[in-house]
């Protein structure tokens, strides 16, 4: 057992499979789980159905008014085994996965005065407790002192086959190539934006997991914890 509790952040690029890695973390560990990524679909999840975003037009300036009426919350589901997500108390956990949601949530994550208001609710839930967070920005803007700091990559070509595995096990009718252009779009976006941008903290350590197990990669990283918090 460790018993220091410590900070995880887990940034990198989507489909790399943090989530995976920081729920498995999180119940071996009896940490909080905290999946920012969620909190940036949910209020995309909100501009999108209150008529915010069209196909072509994203009224920022409306939207931005209307942020405070978002609540987001988590509740732990203990057959999943995770936390859930909930916009104003209703359960969205499935409908912030769509494809739908993924074309505009780097829009909507590249607004300033969105990543105020979710990275201090993110910085209010990680106090004083064992946490894992995964994102962006969790080792370079919410907490740039966590003890441990992962970055992960993996080819863009194996990562939207893992995301079109997933879409397409749930039923979403999404084409290979469809989820390949999103997974680039979203990395181009992410990375490229004014306001912390994905790059990698210089005291993160980069796990490129291309040709790694799910196994494989816990076992690595639940070293490092164990090494760090003996
Ligand atoms: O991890 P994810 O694919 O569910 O994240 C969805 C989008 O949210 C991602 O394309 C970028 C944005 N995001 C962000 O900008 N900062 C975070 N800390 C987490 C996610």
Do not use: W
């Not at 973390?25 to 909100?46: C, S, W």
């Not at 803007?141 to 966590?146: G, H, I, L, S, T």
Request: glycine fraction near 6%; proline fraction near 2%; include cysteine.
């Amino acid at each position: 057992m460790n018993s220091k509790k410590i900070i995880i952040a887990i940034d990198g690029y989507s489909s790399t499979g943090k989530s995976t890695l920081a729920k498995q973390l999180a119940n071996n560990l009896g940490y909080v789980y905290v999946d920012t990524g969620a909190m940036y679909r949910v209020t995309t999840l909100y501009a999108l159905n209150n008529g915010f975003i069209s196909e072509n037009h994203f009224n920022i300036n409306d939207f931005v008014i209307e942020l405070h009426k978002i609540v987001i919350s988590f509740k732990y589901n203990p057959e999943l085994k995770f936390a859930e997500v909930y916009l104003n108390g209703v359960n969205v956990e499935k409908e912030i996965r769509t494809m739908h949601v993924s074309s505009f949530v780097s829009k909507v994550a590249a607004v300033p005065e969105v990543r105020y208001q979710l990275v201090k609710q993110q910085q209010e839930i990680g106090e004083g407790t064992g946490i894992v967070m995964d994102g962006r920005d969790i080792g370079t803007v919410v907490f740039p002192n966590a003890e441990l700091k992962l970055f992960m990559t993996a080819s863009d070509k194996i990562r939207a086959t893992r995301r079109f595995d997933e879409l397409t096990a749930k039923g979403d009718a999404v084409t290979y190539e469809e989820v390949l252009h999103n997974v680039r779009e979203r990395d181009y976006i992410d990375t490229h934006r004014k306001n912390s941008p994905l790059v990698k903290a210089s005291d993160a350590i980069e796990i490129d997991n291309s040709s790694l197990t799910i196994a494989e990669q816990f076992d690595k990283i639940l070293k490092l914890v164990t090494e760090i918090c003996s």
